[in-house]
């Protein structure tokens, strides 16, 4: 992260947010006032500049909440959960 913003060459302010790295219905709650987050040890910051993200797996957290849902609460099969992705990828 350093070497990206000591070469910003536009002077662009970077901003960062929080990617949480186990996004599950289990590790939330929503209560009427709030969204509680749990378990965030997987939890990685994400840095954007210049309207980039900079970070490997940024769309991680979708992909295994969708996953992790889709098998453990629904018991979906693998060929479900693939249809699924895939149709995610064609909207």
């Known amino acids: 992260m350093s070497i990206l913003l000591a070469n910003n060459k536009s002077q662009a302010i970077p901003t960062t947010t929080l990617v949480h790295g186990d996004s599950t ?3 939330t709650h929503l209560s009427t006032s709030a969204v509680l987050i ?3 040890e ?3 910051q994400l840095l954007i500049l210049n ?3 900079f970070m490997s797996d940024y769309l991680y957290d979708c992909f295994h909440h969708l996953f992790q849902t889709n098998l453990l609460v629904h018991r979906k099969s693998f060929q479900e959960i ?7 990828g064609m909207t």
Do not use: T
Not at 82 to 88: E, G, R, Y
């Open 42 to 44: 997987l939890a990685q």
């Open 25 to 27: 219905p289990w590790n």
């Open 38 to 40: 749990y378990d965030l």
């Open 51 to 53: 309207g980039f993200l």
């Open 82 to 88: 693939k249809k699924a992705i895939d149709h995610l």
